[in-house]
């Protein structure tokens, strides 16, 4: 069964430091999202992503973040300059037209130090 | 309350015994979705719900939509132990754009 997969499944970075957090959708899907989830606390959305644009983003989306899909399979999440408070596990999702649901990758866990 | 809030926050049972969560939400939806996540781990999406649906059934899971009280429930049948997990209700809202938003999840624990 084809999946979503994320690397890595843990970073480690000093406050400052820009991250990017890599994810691989399923093939056939078109929208890509991501979202975090703060350690004990609930999933939170980030952004959406379709047609290589943010259909939707948070106000957590601030202009540190930012979302990319530089070839056919990839699709990325930047943190410029990250803060402590960005330590979270980010989930990547992805969906296609059948309207069957949002599938999620495994997670990165981000830990700002 | 908040957007897709899960009741109860815990619930603990005995193996083979059917365990009922409850989610509660605000706005309007293009569906439900369901997901369990193991302690640390990903989200797995169990079922989906549209809108315009009041029941769905997949294996020991059963899934029902009242969008006139604003609410859903997840059914269990027979439970295991391996069902134990925490269970996050998600709705997707009318804006297209498929934004999820999860309610704080309900802790559900089986008991061998």
């Known amino acids: 069964e084809p999946e979503v997969t994320q690397t890595p499944s843990h970073q480690v970075t000093q406050m400052g430091q820009e991250v990017i957090l890599r994810c691989v959708p399923i093939s056939n899907h078109l929208y890509f999202y991501w979202y975090r989830q703060i350690l004990g606390q609930k999933v939170e959305f980030l952004v959406s992503f379709y047609n290589n644009e943010i259909s939707e983003k948070s106000e957590i989306f601030d202009d540190q973040f930012s979302v990319e899909r530089p070839d056919g399979s990839n699709f990325t999440l930047k943190i410029r300059s990250t803060k402590l408070e960005d330590s979270a596990m980010y989930f990547c999702?992805?969906?296609?037209?059948?309207?069957?649901?949002?599938?999620f990758g495994p997670g990165t866990r981000l830990t700002v130090t | 309350s908040q957007q897709g809030e899960e009741d109860p926050q815990a619930l603990s049972i005995q193996e083979g015994e059917n365990a009922t969560m409850n989610c509660s939400y605000k706005t309007s939806i293009n569906n439900l979705q369901w997901y369990r996540q193991n302690s640390g781990r990903g989200l797995v999406h169990l079922i989906l719900i549209r809108s315009n649906e009041r029941e769905k059934h997949s294996g020991r899971l059963r899934v029902t939509l009242d969008t006139s009280k604003k609410s859903s429930s997840l059914l269990i049948t027979a439970s295991r132990a391996a069902d134990t997990a925490s269970y996050f209700c998600?709705?997707?809202?009318?804006?297209?754009?498929?934004?999820?938003?999860f309610g704080q999840g309900t802790t559900l624990q089986v008991k061998p």
């Open positions: 998600a709705t997707e809202s009318s804006s297209n754009t498929g934004k999820l938003i």
């Open positions: 999702a992805s969906s296609g037209e059948d309207g069957a649901g949002q599938y």
